[in-house]
């Protein structure tokens, strides 16, 4: 509604009120003093059987729009500063079944609910263009800030047990990647554990290195006692 027309509807509803006195708001000087209030209906009371005093929006749209661009821009910095994101459908999913997979992958990744409009806005800034077909229906992203193959491990066990949960794809090295590519990664063994194996590669090789020079220093040893 325009300021004049705001005005014109204070003012009626005002005289409906038993309000005498003519006054007009100077919108500068609210906003400036009371920018959280965004209409003028809570100054006039609603008259018994009739509707309520019309609503003044201020600069509701310019608070959107603000809120939107630090979305765009929160969601740009997590796809630039991740190492890689996984893409997931969460339809059906409950608050508690959200929380419980968040928990699980918290070590590697952070799991978010995104609007897909300005998910594919900011992942289209961060470079990143092939997702924007799969940016459909509820959508959560895994943003990867450690290891991707824990990660894809986690959230494909997650599937499993919760079907309503549906693993699109996601880009890994800048490569993307389709459900069926996640689900390979997830079948690979996680950086721990690789590390643990090649640690056990290491000290057995070590054990066998010395058990051959201690062998060495014996025939020696016999040698020359000879």
Do not use: W
């Not at 009371?34 to 003044?56: D, I, K, N, T």
């Not at 063994?189 to 000290?203: D, Q």
């Amino acid at each position: 509604m325009k300021a004049s027309e705001c005005d014109r509807s204070l003012a009626k509803a005002s005289a409906r009120a038993g309000v005498t006195k003519t006054f007009r708001v100077n919108r500068a000087e609210l906003r400036a003093t009371a920018p959280e209030l965004f209409s003028f209906s809570p100054l006039l009371p609603a008259l018994p059987g009739r509707a309520p005093p019309p609503r003044c929006t201020l600069n509701s749209q310019g608070v959107a729009m603000a809120n939107k661009e630090a979305s765009v821009a929160e969601l740009t910095n997590l796809f630039e500063s991740s190492a890689a994101v996984l893409l997931t459908e969460y339809r059906g999913l409950t608050v508690a079944q959200l929380k419980e997979l968040r928990n699980s992958i918290r070590q590697d990744a952070s799991y978010a609910v995104v609007k897909n409009t300005l998910t594919k806005i900011a992942a289209n800034k961060a470079g990143i263009t092939t997702l924007d077909d799969d940016l459909t229906g509820p959508s959560a992203v895994a943003f990867v800030h450690g290891d991707f193959v824990a990660t894809a491990k986690a959230v494909r066990d997650f599937a499993k047990a919760n079907p309503n949960l549906v693993i699109k794809g996601g880009v890994f090295e800048g490569k993307t990647l389709d459900a069926d590519e996640v689900n390979k990664y997830a079948s690979l063994e996680s950086r721990e554990v690789l590390l643990a194996k090649a640690a056990g590669m290491m000290k057995a090789t070590m054990g066998k290195a010395a058990a051959t020079i201690d062998a060495l220093r014996a025939k020696l040893e016999t040698a020359e006692a000879a």
